[in-house]
């Protein structure tokens, strides 16, 4: 538990702020594979959507582990590993 006078921290930004920063780290990677891949030719739009969706999965199943930590965190009212989370996502 912090024991200094800071304010707790929001477990449910802390949430929020990883979950933005793998959505810019999504669309950045989805844009890169996306324009390689159509240099090699036209992509169909079934092909752009398989891609755009493996990427989505691959971001959320990366991310579901910090989640469920932080949720656990918050359960044991652990702020110092909510906020050293937080701390790998900025």
Do not use: C, H, W, Y
């Not at 030719?41 to 959507?49: F, H, I, P, V």
């Not at 398989?50 to 009212?77: F, G, H, I, N, T």
């Amino acid at each position: 538990m912090n024991q200094n006078t800071e304010p707790p921290v929001d477990v449910e930004e802390a949430i929020a702020r990883i979950d933005s920063r793998g959505a810019k780290v999504q669309r950045e990677q989805l844009e890169q594979t996306l324009s390689q891949l159509q240099q090699d030719g036209e992509l169909t739009a079934d092909q752009r959507l398989a891609v755009e969706e493996l990427s989505e999965r691959l971001v959320d199943r990366l991310l579901a582990v910090p989640r469920a930590s932080l949720q656990d965190a918050a359960k044991s009212a652990d702020d110092e590993r909510i906020e050293t989370a937080i701390s790998l996502f900025e």
